[in-house]
């Protein structure tokens, strides 16, 4: 790695180090803006397939449409590159630990490609994984061209996560208290770091917000929540921390359940899912794809308890059947689009239990967004602006302070720990990489 010249000054090289992040907002928006794009387009597939097909041979066709597709994408990336793989946050993290390598020309055009691919075919993962992968991709590329050290490498890898994060759900304070929570351990705290994540973050979604669109992913304004319902939180919490442990359990056991099938009968796995899936697209839309148009749904109209549930509990078995397929894609998106069904499910329930108090059940799906997310990624703060971002209902910042702090600590006492950091170990231990015990930080840790 090529170190500045020891004669720059601290004002030059902190210039420099901006001007890389600034490179790295602006590429992560535009390239992230058209991955976004690409899959807003491609996913109305099965509105023209059904142009032409109907009744089971349209089901058929999207069956075989979809499992073609996971096979693809599985197969690319296992032979050119095997990291592109998932949501890809375990890799960035590994690679601040300088742990794990960032092939940067393989993985970014790569995660682009097969990330519009299995997210487009209706496979139920988001695309804030992908991007956030792509944008320290472009990070990577930009370090290695204005020859920086490597603890600005570092810094610049996390300003190239949170931008495409920021790029992903139109959420750049979000995107930045992801990197200091998320990355505790490994982000190199410094101001010039601190500023480099700043500045490609708000670039990236004044990008996005210039190309797709100004305003809130969703918007669903809620009036603040009478001050004797907040306790009602508190059980959504326990509940929510709960279901995140599962949530996390299922999907490293399924993780290997998927790699042990695929030792015994190659690809079987993922075209069963896909098969699966792409036969749901046409019968029970709600149920796959990564949930952003279902969530507007579930919000605008009214459902029973019985059937949030349900559609709940088979939106859990295709989040975590898809993801362990080993295609690129995120969790963030299911994650929340689970959360909306479990919370709107709660608030419904207390509504028929309390008839007479101003319950608001879009109150309790909003702040179990943040509570779920927060159950599984273990990011509180993260977890509660990631909500308010999305939404902007800023009048819940009590609601989700109580339900992200509530379903954090039964998490803890659940056993449970943070999906990436159990995503980022197994990725070690599949790499044949030896963490030491003592190893040295250069964050919060």
């Not at 069963?272 to 148009?293: C, D, H, N, R, Y």
Request: charged residues 10%; neutral net charge; aromatic residues 8%.
């Amino acid at each position: 790695m090529s170190q500045q010249p020891p004669s720059s000054s601290p004002f030059k090289a902190d210039v420099h180090f901006l001007w890389c992040a600034i490179l790295v907002g602006v590429l992560a928006g535009l390239i992230g803006s058209g991955f976004h794009l690409s899959i807003d387009y491609l996913i109305q597939w099965p509105q023209w397939l059904s142009q032409s097909l109907s009744g089971l041979d349209l089901v058929l066709a999207a069956a075989l449409i979809t499992m073609t597709s996971t096979i693809l994408c599985v197969a690319l990336v296992r032979h050119v590159a095997p990291e592109a793989g998932g949501s890809g946050v375990q890799e960035i993290e590994g690679a601040l630990e300088g742990l794990r390598p960032v092939r940067w020309m393989r993985v970014l055009p790569l995660k682009f490609v097969t990330g519009v691919m299995a997210i487009s075919s209706g496979l139920v993962l988001g695309r804030e994984g992908p991007t956030i992968h792509i944008g320290a991709s472009v990070a990577q590329g930009v370090s290695r061209a204005g020859r920086l050290s490597d603890i600005e490498r570092r810094s610049l890898l996390a300003a190239g996560a949170a931008a495409g994060l920021a790029c992903a759900f139109n959420a750049p304070l979000a995107a930045i208290l992801f990197v200091i929570e998320e990355t505790r351990k490994q982000f190199p705290y410094s101001l010039r770091a601190y500023m480099g994540v700043i500045v490609a973050s708000l670039l990236s979604a004044a990008l996005t917000e210039w190309i797709a669109g100004v305003g809130p992913d969703f918007r669903l304004l809620v009036p603040e929540v009478d001050l004797a319902l907040l306790i009602a939180f508190v059980p959504l919490g326990v509940a929510l921390g709960i279901l995140g442990v599962l949530l996390n359990a299922a999907i490293l056991f399924t993780i290997e359940l998927c790699a042990t099938w695929h030792r015994r009968l190659p690809y079987s796995f993922p075209a069963l899912i896909g098969l699966f899936t792409g036969a749901a697209f046409i019968v029970l839309p709600a149920t796959v794809t990564g949930g952003e148009s279902v969530i507007m749904q579930l919000a605008q109209h009214h459902y029973t308890v019985a059937a949030l549930l349900l559609l709940a509990a088979f939106r859990f078995v295709s989040m975590v059947a898809s993801y362990s397929t080993g295609v690129p894609g995120g969790i963030f998106a299911p994650i929340l689009t689970l959360a909306m069904c479990v919370g709107l499910g709660f608030g419904s329930g207390l509504e028929h239990l309390l008839p007479d108090a101003d319950i608001m059940p879009l109150a309790f799906g909003i702040a179990a967004m943040g509570g779920l997310f927060t159950a599984s990624v273990r990011a509180p703060i993260v977890g509660v602006t990631l909500a308010l971002e999305l939404t902007g209902s800023y009048p819940l910042v009590l609601p989700l302070l109580i339900t992200c702090f509530v379903a954090n600590i039964v998490a803890e006492w659940c056993g449970g720990r943070p999906i990436y950091e159990q995503l980022l170990e197994r990725t070690f231990r599949l790499a044949g990489i030896e963490q030491p015990t003592a190893r040295e930080r250069t964050g919060l840790a």
